[in-house]
């Protein structure tokens, strides 16, 4: 009980202030959960990124469940997705109710001038930080800075898993001699899959059962097919939402379509809480509830189920020696992230300012480690008052 409350309690927090997309919420948990509280390490957020970026769905809320489920199982796992989406839930909820009542748009701009900077600095402080840890030797460094590169210069999620897939053979060719031998008999956890099964079943025959005829069962099947088809996150979504929300069912315009969307990405938490929005509008609080539990629900139950696989099986010398070669390989897609939200997300804005901001931001928390709440909330006061 003490584990729940604590995982409760934790992502409440993290889901009420990880502005600017699932990497910031990510470096958010590292933040709390491994530098100030040390409830967890380094290792298994690297191997949490590493496993969701390889599945379908949002993955931020897919390492909250792998995070979750570390610390107190299947439960652990379910409180820490309700309370990671519990916040950004009710602000996308009261935003759809402003728009629906006012039918315009709030400017949210100048606060969020000063939040991304801020973002940024504290993404560049977890990559440094975990990469401090994680990069021992010259071949680490040189798949991180590969990594980085490869996001650089390659778009597409393609290129995700083929830094996953190069990393990981990387570090069986360069790394597999270097490990210990564990010991054969892993209790494989077989109770929990079972579980996790079962209910990933009972999800899929709900979505067959309740997708002829009524207008929730259209969301739910509609959110689920995307929840379990797509990779990439949420900007990778986004598109395949329009074309299946505006161009194909013709449920949304384009306003009402970059409107939901808007409202995801200026309330914390991941991107698509935008389905509360979508949902809302085509079914009131139950739509709502309905179209967010099948945006995110089906994709953390199939994370849940392999990575129970994932925990019987590292202790393999083949998978050990791929986790090290991964885990530099997440480094530097963690500095990528930063670099690009700094880019994307502050035209428009003072770059010297832009400029500071990210650095005093990374050198409070790398340096004195101040809470990302802090300096989240302080870069949004700052560029409300400037611009």
């Keep these: 009980m003490k584990q729940l409350l604590y995982l409760f309690k934790t992502f409440i927090l993290i889901g009420s202030t990880s502005f600017g997309g699932y990497m910031t919420l990510i470096s958010m948990m590292r933040n709390k959960m491994v530098t100030r509280d040390k409830s967890v390490d380094d290792n298994l957020i690297a191997e949490g990124i590493s496993l969701a970026s390889m ?220 389905s509360v929005f979508f949902g809302y509008k085509m079914a009131g609080i139950a739509g709502a509830l309905i179209a967010t539990i099948a945006i995110f629900f089906p994709s953390a139950m199939l994370m849940l189920i392999l990575s129970n696989i994932f925990i019987s099986l590292k202790h393999n010398m083949i998978v050990q020696s791929a986790l090290m070669g991964l885990k530099p390989a997440v480094v530097g897609m963690i500095l990528y992230s930063g670099f690009s939200i700094f880019i994307g997300q502050t035209t428009g804005a003072n770059l010297f300012l832009s400029v500071a901001l990210t650095a005093v931001t990374f050198w409070l928390v790398f340096r004195f480690n101040i809470a990302t709440v802090i300096v989240i909330l302080g870069g949004g006061i700052l560029g409300f008052l400037i611009y």
């Design 55 to 274: 599945l379908p769905g949002p993955v931020a809320v897919n390492v909250v469940a792998y995070t979750g489920f570390h610390i107190a199982g299947i439960a652990g796992a379910l409180v820490s997705i309700i309370s990671v989406l519990a916040p950004s839930f009710i602000l996308v909820l009261g935003l759809t109710l402003v728009y629906i009542q006012a039918g315009s748009k709030i400017g949210f701009e100048s606060i969020l001038l000063g939040i991304f900077p801020v973002v940024a600095g504290v993404i560049f402080s977890t990559g440094v930080s975990m990469g401090r840890k994680i990069c021992t030797k010259l071949p680490h460094y040189g798949i991180a800075v590969l990594s980085f590169a490869l996001l650089f210069f390659l778009k597409g999620y393609w290129v995700i898993l083929l830094i996953l897939g190069l990393s990981a053979v990387a570090g069986v060719l360069l790394f597999r001699k270097e490990i210990t031998p564990a010991p054969t008999s892993v209790n494989k956890p077989w109770k929990p899959i079972l579980l996790s099964l079962g209910i990933y079943v009972v999800v899929l025959v709900a979505i067959i059962l309740f997708s002829s005829g009524s207008i929730l069962g259209k969301l739910l099947e509609q959110f689920s097919y995307v929840s379990l088809t797509l990779f990439g996150g949420g900007y990778v979504m986004v598109p395949v939402l329009k074309s299946i929300l505006v161009d194909q069912l013709n449920w949304f315009n384009n306003q009402e379509f970059i409107y939901g969307i808007s409202i995801g990405q200026v309330t914390p938490g991941p991107i698509l809480i935008s």
